[in-house]
């Protein structure tokens, strides 16, 4: 199973953009974890500008991304 974090943040419209595409991809073997980018200082330091991101394993992904770039991502 693959599991994705999805960096927001408090009032992103590209956020709920992002949770949107996600949501294609949501089954049985790939599942998402949305964590607001203050929940850890590592990840407000290190993205704090680029929300939405995609994180797996070792992985980010920054956005803009799209269902097919997401797609290729998790291939």
Partial sequence: ??????LTGR???L???ARS???????DDIT???????????YLDKYWDKIPVLLLEERE???PFDAE???DFLD
Avoid at 1 to 6: C, E, F, Q, Y
Avoid at 21 to 27: D, K, T, Y
Wanted: charged share 25%; with cysteine.
């Fill in 1 to 6: 199973m693959k599991g994705l974090i999805l």
């Fill in 11 to 13: 009032d992103c419209h």
């Fill in 15 to 17: 956020c709920a953009q």
């Fill in 21 to 27: 595409l996600l949501s294609e991809f949501i089954h």
């Fill in 32 to 42: 998402f974890d949305e964590v607001d980018i203050y929940a850890k200082r590592i």
């Fill in 61 to 63: 992904l920054l956005w």
């Fill in 69 to 71: 770039v997401i797609k």
